[in-house]
């Protein structure tokens, strides 16, 4: 049903880049005589979920939306589709992306534009847009995207979906291709909360394979934390992510949910949170320099894409990466060189550490004071296909709002919160302190 959906309605959308017809329906089948045999087929037996195509996927293409990597077949899984699998879950097919997860529209990508499926001249959202506009297009239940700063609830707010950016090292990166490794987390798209709670669950904890990933013992039963309300709860609303540059409809729905949380008994209250101001520099700054190292593998030598165009290996690496890397991922290469580079690292990376440290201590200030912290997930509407791709700060700013929580590493849920007078979907951000998804759970649940 959903391979026919999709053949059908995806010409316009696009939010496919790859699909795996045939491994699919031969897993159903497995599950299916499972089934007959009376067997328990797992916490997502025979649910259909897509993969942002930054994740491997074994002897399935894995491109990262990206010229250098459009022939690229992983000899084996990531950690998290290991876990889907073993959870009885169908791997249906791989969803677009900006290239190697570098932009917040999806227009990034080497491959095609996906749209919004809400309007198809609007984007989705980015960098994993073809994941929100699967589960937005009901092409899939459940998609898995990755989020370094704002890439799984940005486009979740566009498409009007939830989406969900785990703790930082609460779900395994070994599989995911990195982008900026100490941000980067990958986490669920679902129609509902519960949908993502209890993906969480199955593709949550420890993996030997990463050494990022969490060391503790890990919530089991986020489904407990649903019933609760939220009586009692105390929401932190910083009064920062309400200033100039947010839309007014968005500014309007976010209020109306503040309003009915205060009605369920939640106390909810503004405070000042200044240093989240300068979180978007800081994340420009550390997340390309992260990603100019990490890059640096792509040389047309181990694998990947390799130029027929050398004399010797200067020209091999050189025309490599000048023919294969799309605009955006080489502005992010020279800047994350530029503020690495002897003379510049003490003025803007170290600077920017330094940042990234004060901001993880102004959360956890405020963690002393609220259970959750709400903001609008995006300042803007979906805006129109090309209206900011010759700019590329602009595109920056719809950042504004996400980046902060990979800053600190904490996790955060977008949660879609009414329409705009173009019947346009508005997001709203719920961050909590780290390993607390169970409490975004209990407030989100409350406001579906
Ligand atoms: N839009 C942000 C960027 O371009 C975030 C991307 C992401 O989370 N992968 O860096």
């Known amino acids: 049903e959903y391979f026919d959906k999709i053949k059908k309605e995806d010409k316009d959308i696009q939010a496919f880049v790859t699909l795996c017809e045939e491994e699919a329906l031969e ?264 990603a100019s190292s990490n890059l640096a593998r792509y040389d047309g030598v181990r694998y990947g894409y390799r130029t027929k165009n050398y004399e010797s290996i200067d020209d091999l690496i050189i025309n490599t990466r000048r023919e294969a890397f799309g605009e955006e991922v080489k502005r992010r290469i020279m800047l994350g060189t530029y503020v690495l580079s002897s003379g510049y690292y003490d003025a803007y990376y170290k600077k920017a550490l330094f940042l990234r440290k004060k901001i993880s201590q102004e959360f956890k200030n405020a963690f002393k004071d609220y259970d959750v912290i709400l903001t609008p997930t995006c300042p803007v509407l979906p805006f129109n296909i090309g209206e900011k791709v010759d700019s590329p700060l602009s595109m920056y700013l719809s950042d504004i709002y996400t980046v902060n929580v990979n800053i600190a590493g904490l996790p955060a849920i977008s949660i879609p919160c009414g329409l705009s007078e173009q019947n346009l979907p508005i997001g709203l951000q719920l961050i909590g302190d780290h390993y607390t998804e169970g409490k975004l759970f209990q407030v989100a649940y409350n406001l579906e």
């Open 27 to 290: 897993q159903a089948k497995k599950l299916d005589e499972k089934l007959s045999k009376g067997e328990d087929l797992g916490l997502l037996g025979g649910i259909p979920v897509a993969i942002k195509d930054n994740i491997c996927t074994k002897d399935i293409k894995t491109t990262c939306a990206s010229k250098m990597l459009e022939d690229f077949i992983p000899p084996y899984d990531a950690t998290i589709v290991k876990r889907l699998k073993e959870s009885g879950a169908i791997i249906i097919g791989k969803t677009n992306m900006d290239e190697f997860a570098m932009g917040s529209s999806t227009e990034n990508s080497a491959i095609q534009t996906t749209k919004n499926p809400w309007d198809l001249n609007k984007v989705p959202g980015g960098s994993s847009g073809g994941s929100a506009a699967a589960v937005a297009a009901g092409f899939a239940p459940l998609t898995i995207g990755s989020d370094t700063g704002g890439s799984i609830r940005q486009p979740a707010s566009f498409c009007g979906v939830v989406g969900l950016k785990p703790t930082y090292g609460l779900v395994s990166r070994f599989g995911l291709i990195a982008f900026a490794s100490s941000f980067d987390q990958i986490g669920p798209f679902a129609k509902t909360v519960k949908d993502c709670a209890i993906s969480l669950q199955a593709i949550q904890g420890n993996d030997p394979f990463d050494a990022t990933s969490v060391r503790c013992e890990v919530e089991k039963d986020y489904l407990s934390y649903f019933e609760r309300g939220v009586k009692g709860l105390k929401i932190g609303v910083p009064k920062e992510f309400f200033m100039n540059g947010l839309d007014s409809q968005i500014n309007q729905s976010v209020q109306q949910s503040i309003e009915y949380l205060k009605k369920q008994g939640a106390m909810v209250e503004e405070f000042s949170f200044p240093i989240s101001q300068v979180g978007l520099s800081a994340y420009y700054i550390i997340s390309s320099a992260e």
